[in-house]
């Protein structure tokens, strides 16, 4: 559910009074008898059973495969299997590529954005192989949506260009694909803090959608649009809009979207202060949606509640809206939800000095959070339990959760207001324990937050105040024009004026330039920092590879050659100088074996330092030779999967050599710790990436340890050396899985020298 934010509000009273006016319907003409879904879902069916060609049928059943919910999981399944079977047993790959996309899309809906980019990546390379654009182009656009869920908004932003690009250049252009593209890279450009250009992107996508008759994506570009407003604290339009995304709920009868508007209607009021108004949007949607049996929003806006009569030191109540709103979620089975609600009601628990139930409700949330893979609301909620502690003088306690929560909000910048307030909480701890040392460094740490802080909201408020000076400058153009239009006699008053204006806006616009001329350099100089640093780092890497090789021919070549000599001299004097019964026959025996042993080892070790057909036949023959070394063992089987990898020559040999150290360390983690019988490996080469997926059927992994494991240190670490990136994740006794995506890197041409 998408949210706005404002700092500005509706002053007059009589205003007001019209929204209310505006927004008081019969709340009944909105309950549906029948659900557009599955109004849609009933016609496919109808076409489905008359259609006598095969290809259509499975078409169809793609169409209808995506409309099912959750509650009907195999159905929306079963329908995509049907017709995935039927266009690989045809050997039809655009429509199996289309399959793929809609494998993608279902799991997408049904929060698994993990799966979903798993079948959008087997379209992508689908696409490329048979030059099918236009399902290239939608498969890359939706991966860029699953990133967008994964946090990682450079890729995002990358592959949404690259996927509005492809569709803007398409000979028959998808209005309707282009206008979820624009609105798409709308929310990237947000979650970056760069609202301007967040504001012309969606401007854009409602450009696109005017072409098209879809009030359900309109209303959600609405939205969207009034969100990007508040951000720019333009609060009358955003209302505005708003307003217009009712009127096409009511046209659609939407119940779940009027709920949607009243909840961010009261969002909005609860982060302006005005109390009030947003108690009475809250209670609007608690009433539609006890009319239209939706829990989930029912649960979300009796915790939204709650929450403003805490803010108004109202607490009689409070306990009675958070235990219906848990209620509400559990029976929506939504669990993100449920640790919402037990998160803020921990944490007010906490305010009133329940200590006991605070910590049962804050470790609830904690558990589900984590199990949701929610990272950062679960170091939340570790961060209030942390406080509990606090306050009870359970310092040893409170220790514990503070500094499990601090490694999780570190990198994050979304998350440096949470971190700056940890760190207060660490340094009152160490205070209290009387450890000053690190009582100082996490003030040191507090500060510098703070300043960071300070600087991002310096760049918003600068960003906000030019916002307002370019509309301001737009409507002071249009009501000049109508001033001039309507009095001609004061011509040279608006003139002079005008001129005037003029003046004050080009000393504006010279002084905002060297403004951010200056911010550029900056960003220049520290950019110049990181790569000299990157660099450093890649010249120790190189050298500790060079080392490696010598040391590997240095041991095969050597080493092996005078032993294997000294192996065949102790087979002759066994043959030709011992002839007598004595104990020395038995001796060179133990020490010919010895001496295999030797070479053994030596061979084994200049194999582990640098891979021989790695060297020599390229990394693709490499991962086949490692996969056979463990089949061969029979005790674990490794299902492989290569997709390109057959010319890796221009590659660089250091990350040649890091894919096989990463494949090379997980099949040591499995082979030592999962129990595992059967492994799949898929590595698949992409344009500029590699994408690297594990997964196991062992015993998963210990979520509850708190701990990783050197195993997972090192592979982690050879991926961010590659500025990769990867997920690891399992659950107890259902295997585990690594998911990787690596940035290609090419080998460097060095100049000759004369």
């Known amino acids: 559910m998408l949210f706005i934010q404002t700092s500005s509000l509706i002053n007059s009273s009589n205003f007001f009074a019209k929204l209310l006016k505006k927004l008081t319907l019969p709340i ?49 399944f079963d329908d995509l299997e049907s017709a995935l079977s039927f266009f690989t047993e045809k050997k039809y790959n655009e429509g199996e590529t289309d399959s793929y996309i809609a494998y993608g899309n279902l799991h997408f809906i049904y929060g698994e954005p993990k799966q979903a980019a798993h079948y959008d990546s087997l379209a992508i390379q689908l696409a490329e192989k048979i030059s099918y654009k236009k399902g290239r182009a939608v498969a890359i656009g939706n991966l860029g949506r699953e990133f967008i869920n994964f946090g990682n908004f450079n890729k995002a932003e990358e592959l949404i260009k690259q996927a509005i690009e492809l569709e803007e250049n398409s000979r028959n252009q998808d209005a309707a694909r282009l206008a979820e593209l624009y609105s798409r890279y709308n929310i990237i450009a947000g979650s970056q803090g760069n609202y301007l250009k967040s504001l012309s992107l969606i401007e854009k996508a409602m450009e696109f959608a005017a072409e098209i008759n879809d009030d359900k994506q309109l209303a959600l570009l609405y939205t969207n649009y009034a969100i990007t407003l508040s951000r720019l604290s333009k609060f009358d339009e955003a209302v505005e809009f708003h307003f217009k995304v009712i009127r096409i709920c009511e046209k659609m009868k939407d119940t779940t979207g009027l709920l949607r508007v009243y909840n ?10 005005e109390f009030d108004k947003a108690i009475t949007y809250y209670k609007k949607s608690i009433a539609l949606s006890k009319q239209a049996a939706n829990h989930k929003s029912l649960g979300l806006s009796l915790v939204n509640l709650a929450t403003v009569y805490i803010a108004k030191e109202r607490y009689d109540g409070v306990d009675t809206l958070y235990t219906q709103g848990i209620r509400y979620f559990e029976m929506a089975s939504d669990t993100g939800g449920i640790a919402f609600a037990n998160h803020n009601y921990g944490n007010f628990l906490v305010i009133t000095k329940n200590y006991t139930e605070a910590d049962k409700r804050l470790q609830k949330a904690y558990e589900l959070r984590k199990q949701i893979g929610a990272e950062l609301a679960a170091a939340s909620s570790l961060s209030v339990l ?35 307030e940890l760190y207060g909480y660490l340094k009152e701890l160490y205070t209290q324990e009387g450890n000053f040392e690190k009582a100082l460094y996490y003030q040191t740490q507090e500060l510098d937050l703070e300043r960071t802080l300070f600087t991002e909201n310096e760049k918003v408020n600068a960003l906000k105040t030019e916002t307002a000076y370019e509309m301001e400058k737009r409507d002071m153009q249009m009501a000049l024009q109508k001033e001039k239009q309507e009095l001609a006699r004061q011509q040279f008053l608006i003139i002079g004026g005008g001129v005037a204006l003029i003046l004050l806006l080009l000393s504006l616009s010279l002084w905002l330039r060297r403004k951010q001329l200056k911010e550029r350099h900056q960003a220049q100089i520290v950019n110049l920092d990181q790569e000299h640093r990157l660099n450093l780092s890649k010249s120790l890497k190189s050298a500790e590879q060079e080392e490696r090789k010598k040391i590997a021919h240095k041991l095969h070549d050597e080493a092996g050659s005078m032993l294997s000599i000294a192996i065949l001299n102790l087979k002759q004097l066994q043959g030709d100088v011992f002839k007598t019964e004595s104990n020395a026959e038995k001796k060179l025996d133990t020490t010919q074996k010895i001496l295999v042993d030797i070479s053994d080892s030596v061979r084994n070790i200049s194999h582990t330092l640098m891979p021989v057909a790695l060297e020599k036949y390229g990394l693709k023959a490499a991962i086949h030779d490692l996969v056979n070394a463990v089949n061969t063992s029979q005790k674990l089987k490794v299902e492989e999967i290569l997709e390109g990898l057959d010319d890796t020559s221009s590659w660089g040999e250091d990350f040649c050599l890091t894919v096989y150290r990463i494949l090379q360390e997980a099949m040591n983690n499995i082979i030592k710790h999962a129990q595992a019988s059967h492994v799949v490996v898929q590595i698949v080469e992409l344009e500029d990436s590699v994408t690297i997926y594990i997964e196991d059927n062992g015993r998963g992994m210990n979520t509850d340890a708190g701990q990783e494991g050197i195993g997972l240190k090192i592979l982690k670490s050879n991926v961010e050396y590659l500025n990769g990136t990867i997920e690891i994740n399992g659950d107890a006794n259902k295997g585990t899985f690594i998911l990787a995506e690596l940035p290609i890197e090419k080998k460097k041409h060095k100049k000759k020298t004369v």
Request: glycine share 8%; with cysteine.
């Open 28 to 76: 009944a003409c909105f309950v549906l008898t029948v659900s557009v879904g599955q109004n849609k879902i009933d016609s496919l069916s109808r076409l489905i059973a008359k259609e006598t060609i095969p290809s259509e049928k499975a078409q169809l059943q793609l169409k209808r495969g995506v409309l099912f919910g959750k509650n009907e999981r195999e159905k929306g």
């Open 386 to 420: 942390g406080k509990s502690a606090m306050e009870q003088k359970k310092w040893k306690e409170a220790e514990e959760y503070l500094l499990a929560a601090e490694p999780i909000y570190k990198g994050k910048s979304r998350s440096n207001r949470n971190l700056k």
């Open 264 to 273: 961010n209607l009261g969002i909005a009021f609860r982060n302006g202060d």
